[in-house]
């Protein structure tokens, strides 16, 4: 069993970076791909970011290429994602979860989920 919670979400401006943090529970953090996804209002969720839990292979959706960073500390069981030059396309509520496969950009397949952080890009 695997317990997650995000934090670090917020308002920031056209162009502003954020640091999401993903606190999780549990011995084998390390042994989880940990994935950020978000979800805007009336669209489906929608993949972010993924890091393995073996090399630390890290994975984006197109539109954040460049401008997010996923990174893991597991020694604090957390998982960060770095977003920089935010756009208002963005605005989102983010969450981190956790998976056994070594790499998956689909929902279904993470079994564990935190609550959700709220992301907000003003223009």
């Known amino acids: 069993q695997v317990q997650l919670v995000e934090s670090g979400g917020g308002l920031v401006q056209t162009g502003g970076s954020l640091r999401l943090s993903c606190a999780a529970s549990?011995?084998?953090?390390?042994?989880?791909?940990m994935g950020w996804f978000r979800q805007a209002p009336g669209k489906e969720r929608e993949f972010v970011a993924s890091?393995?839990?073996?090399?630390?292979?890290?994975y984006y959706v197109d539109s954040v290429k460049g401008r997010f960073t996923i990174s893991r500390d597991n020694a604090k069981n957390t998982v960060y994602l770095q977003m920089n030059s935010l756009k208002p396309e963005d605005t989102a509520n983010y969450y981190c979860?956790?998976?056994?496969?070594?790499?998956?950009?689909?929902?279904?397949?993470?079994?564990?989920w935190g609550q959700g952080t709220q992301v907000t890009v003003s223009s």
């Open positions: 890091i393995s839990w073996n090399r630390g292979r890290t």
């Open positions: 979860a956790a998976t056994n496969y070594m790499r998956s950009d689909y929902d279904v397949h993470y079994a564990y």
């Open positions: 549990g011995r084998t953090f390390s042994r989880y791909t």
